[in-house]
């Protein structure tokens, strides 16, 4: 998946979904960036765009599969909470052949500012959000599917 930065907001009207049994949970994800700044680095945008893009795309291959609807696009973001503290948070949107949208999303416990570089934080304190437009799932993350998905029949036959 590309994630592209995004600077428009969205006004479509969407149904959401509760998928509990596909999100892809973004505190789980987080635990990625955690053992970065644990070692002493700071996360940049490139770092936090690495560690959503293959979950995200799984989720995406996951929902089409379980749904039949086609992925046609969503936004990640970084949500500054106060001065100390963000979040991310993701937002997919599929539709139906009835041309009907349904969103899944979700988003990560807070999580703090102080880990992240300078320019994050800047973009951050001026703006009060980052996004990002998550395009279509890129095809390592479908082969990465397919293999798992062969995986998973292996051991269920």
């Known amino acids: 998946m590309s994630l592209k930065k995004q600077n428009n907001e969205t006004d479509n009207e969407h149904i959401v979904q509760k ?19 644990s070692n002493g680095l700071k996360v ?16 995406i ?5 379980r749904s039949g609807n086609k992925y046609v696009g969503g936004e990640f973001k970084l949500n500054k909470l106060n001065k100390e503290q963000y979040n991310c948070s993701y937002a997919l949107y599929f539709q139906d052949s009835n041309e009907k949208f349904t969103e899944i999303t979700n988003k990560s416990d807070p999580l703090p500012i102080k880990y992240l570089t300078d320019d ?3 973009e951050l304190n001026e703006k009060g959000k980052i996004e990002f437009e998550m395009g279509e799932p890129s095809e390592e993350s479908k082969a990465k599917y397919q ?11």
């Not at 994800?29 to 970065?36: C, T």
């Open 120 to 122: 994050v934080i800047n």
């Open 147 to 157: 293999e798992l998905k062969n995986s998973a029949d292996k051991e269920n036959a």
């Open 19 to 37: 998928a509990e049994d596909i999100i892809v949970n973004i505190s789980d994800i987080v635990k990625k960036l955690y053992n970065h700044f």
């Open 44 to 59: 940049s945008l490139d770092y936090i765009q690495e560690s959503y893009a293959e979950p995200v795309d799984l989720l």
């Open 61 to 65: 291959l996951q929902e089409e599969e």
